[in-house]
Structures are given as structure tokens and as C-alpha cells.
């Protein structure tokens, strides 16, 4: 026979790891939606209408599913861009020699192949190459574009 102290212990021990089994259920599922949010609140800040320094519009980033899709104004070829985490940045920014600093809270965006290449740069006047603009676009052949969102 189980003693009554021994049965509150099993029953207490029970509740906890159903509550546990629960809560973490719960966590899991706010985590996820939490994260896909957060990815589709990033390449926001990536939609718009780019243009060059003589003031041609170049391509243009829409948001589609949480990703986003760059398409290419003189051609219509469009591409899907997913964000970039910020390892993929600092192996990027290492790739093309800029300086790892100015990698510090630019936000992302690039095709599976990182063959076409959208930022929006926080800190513009740590890499020269980038003349303090905030937007850069790499294109497919690795050619560095200096870009701005049209207003």
C-alpha cells in the first residue's frame, strides 16, 4: 500500500511534468511565430523602389510570404530574396573584403545562390566603398551597386 505523503509525491510530480510538457508546447509554438514575424519584419525595411546616382530606377523589392521579391526594372525578371542571418553577413562582408564593422546592424536580403544581394546599412561611414550610402545592392557578378529608395 502506498503511503498518502508518497501518493501527494506522485501526484505532484504528475502535474508538474504535464504543466512543464504544456508550457513548453506553448513556448515552442510562440517562439516560431515569434521568429517568422520577426523575418518578415525585417524585409520590410527592404521594400521599395531603388534607384542609381543618375536617378534610374533599378529594381524594386515587394514583401511576398514572408520573403521578398527583387524585380529588375529593365528586364522584369524578378528573384526571391529570403533574409540574411548575421553569420551570412559577416561571411559576406569577409567575401568582399569590406570592413566587419559596417556589417553591425545592416539588414539583408539575397537569392539561395547570395548571388543577388540587397542591404540597408546602419553604420555608412565605416566602409569607404560604401561613399555613406545606406542601401547597396551586389548583383550576380559580384559588382557593387551604390542604391537609394526612391521616396
Known amino acids: 500500500m502506498i503511503a498518502k505523503q508518497d501518493f501527494l509525491t506522485i501526484v505532484t510530480a504528475f502535474f508538474i511534468h504535464g504543466l512543464t510538457s504544456f508550457l513548453m508546447k506553448k513556448l515552442t509554438v510562440l517562439s516560431a511565430a515569434f521568429f517568422s514575424f520577426n523575418a518578415w519584419a525585417h524585409i520590410d525595411c527592404l521594400v521599395g523602389d531603388y534607384i542609381n546616382a543618375q536617378g534610374e530606377n533599378i529594381f524594386s523589392v515587394t514583401e511576398q510570404h514572408h520573403s521578398g521579391i527583387l524585380t529588375n526594372t529593365k528586364t522584369g525578371e524578378q528573384i526571391t530574396l529570403n533574409m540574411l542571418k548575421e553569420k551570412q553577413i559577416s561571411s559576406l562582408w ?19 545562390k547570395l548571388k543577388n544581394v540587397v542591404c540597408e546599412i546602419s553604420d555608412t561611414n565605416v566602409e569607404p566603398k560604401f561613399n555613406y550610402h545606406s542601401n547597396i545592392y551586389l548583383n550576380e557578378k559580384g559588382e557593387l551597386m551604390l542604391v537609394r529608395q526612391k521616396n
Open 94 to 112: 569577409k567575401q568582399m573584403h569590406w570592413a566587419a564593422r559596417s556589417a553591425q546592424g545592416a539588414e539583408c536580403a539575397a537569392d539561395k
